[in-house]
Nanobody, 126 residues
Framework: LQLVESGGGLVQPGGSLRLSCVASGASLDYYAVGWFRQAPGKEREEVSCISPNDGSTSYADSVKGRFTISRDKAKNTVHLQIDNVKPEDTAVYSC????????????????????WGQGTQVTVSS
């Protein structure tokens, strides 16, 4: 399984972005997929994750109500919609995957995921 992220860039506070995590080599239908981010000088932290089978999702408290994770099964892709961005959202965003299934919950810590993509930079600045 290989993952490639895209969609990052420079955005003003209050703006929106949609990040994409495109998979090849395997179907994401069998994997939990998570978005994680790492700001300069900080450890990688969880942002949001989605289970492979029942659609269970998890969000970090700091992004609840602003970020939305979703699957596009036809394109073997997981998106992260980012709305009302804040300067503290500035980071390199990476996606990872973990083989499922998970019923009613989804793991969402960096240590539980692998097959990392190269990441995409999100910079929030006016």
């Amino acid at each position: 399984l290989q993952l490639v992220e895209s969609g990052g860039g420079l955005v003003q506070p209050g703006g929106s972005l949609r990040l994409s995590c495109v998979a090849s080599g395997a179907s994401l239908d069998y994997y939990a997929v998570g978005w994680f981010r790492q700001a300069p000088g900080k450890e990688r932290e969880e942002v949001s994750c989605i289970s492979p089978n029942d659609g269970s999702t998890s969000y970090a408290d700091s992004v609840k109500g602003r970020f939305t994770i979703s699957r596009d099964k036809a394109k073997n892709t997981v998106h992260l919609q980012i709305d009302n961005v804040k300067p503290e959202d500035t980071a390199v965003y990476s996606c990872g995957a973990r083989k499922g299934p998970f019923m009613g919950w989804v793991p969402c810590t960096p240590a539980e995921y692998g097959s990392w993509g190269q990441g995409t930079q999100v910079t929030v600045s006016s």
